[in-house]
Structure formats: C-alpha cells, structure tokens
C-alpha cells in the first residue's frame, strides 16, 4: 500500500510539473493585450514570438542566430517549420533566421479575413518593422515567393538588400488573355474541392507531386511526405481556401518589376505544382538583376529533395 502511496504521488509530481512547465511556455493575456508591435530586436521568450498586426492577427514567429537577418516566407498550405534546414543553416554562419507562420497557417491566428497577398505582405511588413530588421535577404518559395514579391512592391526595398525566390508564384498562375502559357481554372477548383471535402486525404495525395514522389525512381520518403501533411493540417479551413485564390489569381508583374536589388530565382524543371515556363522563366526576364537557376529534375519542394545544392547557394548568395 505504502509503495503504490508512493508511486501515485511520485507519478502526480511529475505530471503536475510537466504541465506547469507547460503552461509557463505559453503568452500571457497581459502580452497579448498590449500587444507586441512595441518589441524590437531579438525577442526570445515564447510570448514575444509573436507580432499583432493592425487588425489584430497575431503572427507568430521564429528568430535564431545574430547577425544579418534572412527572412524565410513559406509556401501553402504549410508553416514557417518547413524553413527549419535553411534557417539552422544561416544561424549557423553568422546570420539571422526570421520565419514566421502566415496568417491562417501553424500557430498564427486563423481570422476570416485577410487571406490575400496584399494582407499577407503587410503582415510580413509589420513583423520587419518590429523586429527593425535592416539589410535583410528576402526568401520566398512558392506562394512566399509570391508574398515576398508583393511586400516590395507595396513597401519597396528600403530594408531590403537581396531576395530570392525559390520555386515561386511570379508573375502569375492563373492562364488568361495575357497569360497564355497559365493554368486553367479547373485546376484550382480542383485544389479548392480537394481542401473542402477531404483535405486530410488531399494533402496526404499532394504530397507525392509536390516532392516528385511519384517519379520514376524517386528517393522522397515517407518521412518528408509525412511533414507536409502534418504541417498542412496545421492551416486552418479558411485560410487554406482562400489563399488558393491568392496564390493563383493574383498577378505580380508589376510588382516584379520594383525589385531593385540583386534577386536570385531557383526553380526546378520538374516542378509538376508552378510549372517553371510560366513563373521563373518569366520572372528572370522582368526582375532587374535577376540571376536564374534551375535545378535539373526538381520538384516543387526542392528544399527538401535538393537541400545540400539549395543551402549552398543561399549560403554563397547571402556571403557575395
């Protein structure tokens, strides 16, 4: 009796300091009231990792290492942790990750509103701001390098001194009129009846395209495609939907055409999710100073299956 007396206590103790320590992690309502647009530089406690924006969204965040910032926008429908290689990376070489979770994606608000890229590029202006981040490396894959390509065009490159864009959206998804090398609708009506009625299921199914795992000899495991999903189901119901929208409807060339500073564009040319004849091929030829490279046989999540080739030439872009 003495001993299961014991064990209970014991087992309580620990379960009680597990879930103090827990909750010791989490913002407190004082911080989110006032707000953390007030924050500058490194913010390190969990209840400064986040930014409220001017409607009232909090955009969370990640910061690691010192020195020049490189911000890292991710692609839908996944969060700021797709980035973790790469941020670990420049952290690790003397410069500052900063990702965050776009609104209604990972640990960011899910509001009804405000899932567009304009809304998407204030938010991401809001946290540079914050943070006062200077000098920065803008990076943006997929629908991020559609976020970041709208942040200069609406709050130009005063803060900017480099950008890449990895396997992005620019100049336009969509096939129109103008841009008749696109898409055709059906094919995000597809993407947006997949979100609707299974989007467990569908995430799970686009994970294969998306890593080139349904190519002949493909090396993708089921680990990567297991990440995708988790981080997908991560992204609220909202948000998801309406971002297809964004990330295919929204036409970026003149905001391509403000990118003033050195720009690196990567892409695959198996990227079966923004085929590269109509984004980077088109980008490279708008964006002044543009240098295009592109990765033979890759996929759309090329940071994944073509990480070794891709930190390296972040890292020697970033160093030039």
């Known amino acids: 009796m003495k001993s299961n007396v014991m064990l209970?206590?014991?087992?309580?103790?620990?379960?009680?300091?597990?879930?103090?320590?827990?909750?010791?992690?989490?913002p407190t309502?004082?911080?989110?009231?006032?707000?953390?647009?007030?924050?500058?530089?490194?913010?390190?406690?969990?209840a400064k990792r986040t930014v409220i924006t001017k409607d009232g969204t909090r955009i969370f965040y990640k910061d690691w290492g010192t020195g020049r910032p490189v911000v890292f926008s991710h692609g839908w429908p996944l969060m700021g942790d797709a980035w973790d290689n790469q941020m670990f990376l420049m952290a690790s070489h003397g410069f500052r990750g900063v990702a965050h979770d776009r609104r209604g994606h990972g640990r960011s608000d899910q509001p009804w509103e405000g899932n567009d890229l304009s809304t998407y590029a204030d938010d991401l202006a809001e946290l540079v701001e914050t943070l006062d981040l200077k000098d920065i490396i803008l990076v943006g894959h997929s629908t991020g390098g559609g976020e970041v390509t709208r942040y200069v065009g609406?709050?130009?490159?005063?803060?900017?001194?480099?950008?890449?864009?990895?396997?992005?959206?620019?100049?336009?998804?969509?096939?129109?009129?103008?841009?008749p090398g696109g898409l055709p609708i059906s094919v995000f009506d597809d993407i947006r009846a997949g979100v609707m009625n299974d989007r467990s299921q569908y995430y799970k199914d686009l994970?294969?395209?998306?890593?080139?795992?349904?190519?002949?000899?493909?090396?993708?495991?089921?680990?990567?495609?297991?990440?995708?999903?988790?981080?997908?189901?991560q992204a609220g119901l909202k948000g998801s939907y309406d971002c297809i929208k964004a990330f295919s409807e929204t036409d970026l060339t003149e905001?391509?055409?403000?990118?003033?500073?050195?720009?690196?564009?990567?892409?695959?040319?198996?990227?079966q999710i923004v085929p590269i004849a109509d984004s980077?091929?088109?980008s490279s030829k708008i964006v002044k100073n543009a240098t295009l490279k592109v990765y033979q046989g890759a996929p759309h999540g090329l940071f994944a299956t073509h990480g070794e080739r891709l930190n390296k030439d972040l890292l020697d872009f970033a160093n030039a």
């Open 8 to 26: 209970a206590t014991r087992r309580n103790f620990v379960v009680g300091g597990i879930v103090a320590a827990a909750a010791a992690t989490l």
């Open 29 to 46: 309502t004082g911080n989110t009231a006032t707000g953390a647009n007030t924050v500058s530089g490194h913010a390190n406690s969990p």
């Open 154 to 179: 609406r709050h130009g490159t005063k803060r900017v001194s480099k950008v890449v864009l990895i396997a992005a959206i620019p100049p336009l998804m969509l096939k129109t009129p103008a841009n």
């Open 207 to 233: 994970s294969a395209p998306f890593y080139g795992a349904n190519r002949v000899g493909s090396k993708v495991s089921q680990g990567v495609r297991d990440s995708f999903w988790l981080w997908s189901m």
């Open 255 to 271: 905001d391509l055409k403000k990118i003033d500073v050195p720009t690196l564009i990567i892409h695959g040319d198996d990227d």
């Open 280 to 282: 980077a091929m088109l």
